[in-house]
């Protein structure tokens, strides 16, 4: 969760100024889009910690 949240403070969070929480929210939730545009970047932050984990088999 780090590696996540760092990810999002240095790029959608960085020197946000917003004026209600709500535009705190919607950054975060552009930064959450644009992590998840790429299949390999959200496996990376728990590996990053030393973990073994599989992306999900794509069901048929």
């Keep these: ?3 996540l949240w760092s990810s999002l403070k240095k790029r ?3 020197d946000l ?3 209600h929480l709500a ?8 930064g959450i889009r644009r992590i998840n ?3 390999r970047l959200p496996w990376s932050f728990p590996v990053h910690t030393g973990l ?3 992306p999900p088999t794509p069901q048929n």
């Design 1 to 3: 969760m780090e590696l």
């Design 12 to 14: 959608e969070l960085a």
């Design 17 to 19: 100024a917003g004026n």
């Design 23 to 30: 535009d705190v929210a919607d950054a975060t939730e552009r």
């Design 37 to 39: 545009t790429n299949p």
């Design 52 to 54: 073994t984990l599989h």
